[in-house]
């Protein structure tokens, strides 16, 4: 079958490696990739939120399933936009309905779902421009450290921890009246701290069935230590070495399980992949996000774990049969340590020409932030620009074999967290 991935990050490029490999494939296109994605795939130079476009490619191209990376499209309703059309309807877009997409689009949204459904999750209160008083009044109230998380998308930079009261009054005055996080913050949740320890579980369903993905822990700050300014992320480990049978029957039961059936309950139309961010308190895990596409840099550390055919599984949603697929599942640790541009996650340059990536050994290279310039050279063309994946035994082997291969390479202000899985 001809499957186009929608998007140019570290998580399409590990898609495409993924589904490149099945026999079920007859030609893979990325839009709008990057040089990555240009070794094994097509690159389409299309916007991933140009929906007129997306369907006059899909229909040339006979196109019989999207795979849809970063959330933006879903939110914006493209698998709404393919059911409803009658030239596309038989297209199997993985992903879900616009309105099961406000899993991620609306933090109130969400937290509304969980306490509807009994998943558990943090207390919280929403808070508008109109209500900024009864905000503070709100933080008045909490212990410290106070959550502020901007109830619209930010690019994984809208949620603030903040250890001071008066400071973070100031953080909510910003986003509500200042626009901090632009029309993102025009709504604000603010929630109470779960002291515990984050991990992410994966999901994939086709609206009846589900399977339970290899878990997965990134690191999100810019700094060792889990300091500095948050990213998109700097890092992941699978699988997370305390999940142990327990935690994931109570995970399981008490959050997927209800999740999916939610779903249902609410018919909401979703055939895709669910992130659920989990903060674990007592060994008792709480459900701190929903995402409704896979996170990155989690996916260059998921995917590769799938040992069977996943277009084969994906291939499945369009009948709702995942049911009768069989997940097998690498028993291997999977590390992967992201390469940044010098000065991000704030003002960072492009353009930088990256070499010694052919010295690469042993490890996958899936390219997050890049493009193809002049002659063929890579350069940087965002903020993430690499993820070097590897695998071992256990993680700790991984990451030696990750760091090894991340030192081999070199562009202008190459920047890497040497601490991944530092609190493991």
Known sequence: MNVLILGAGGREHAFAHSINNSPLLTQ??????????AKIAENINLSVTDFPSIKKFCIESKIEMVVVGPEAPLVEGIYDFFKSDKE?????????SREAAHLEGSKEYAKQFMVKHGIPTAA??????STLKQGMEFIDRLTPPYVLKADGLAGGKGVLIIQ???EAKQALEDMLVSGKFGAASNKVVIEEYLDGIEMSVFVMTDGNSYKILPT???YKRIGEGDTGLNTGGMGAVSPVPFADDELMQKIEDNIVKPTVDGLKTD????????????M???????VIEYNVRMGDPETEVVLPRIKSDLLEHLHAFAKAELSKQHLEIDPRSATTVMCVSGGYPEAYEKGKEISGLEKVEGSIVFHAGTTLADEGKVVTSGGRVLAITSFADDFKEALKKSYHNASKLHYDRIYYRKDIGFDL
Do not use: C, M, Q, W
Request: net charge negative; aromatic share 14%; proline share 6%.
């Open 28 to 37: 893979l296109y990325v839009a709008p990739g990057n040089a990555g994605t």
């Open 88 to 96: 596309l309807h038989h297209v199997n877009v993985i992903g879900p």
């Open 124 to 129: 919280y209160e929403s808070f508008t421009a």
């Open 164 to 166: 001071d009261r008066e």
């Open 216 to 218: 997965a822990k990134d």
């Open 267 to 278: 018919d909401l139309e979703y055939k895709g992949f669910i992130f659920i961010g989990l």
């Open 280 to 286: 674990i308190v007592n060994k008792n895990p709480y």
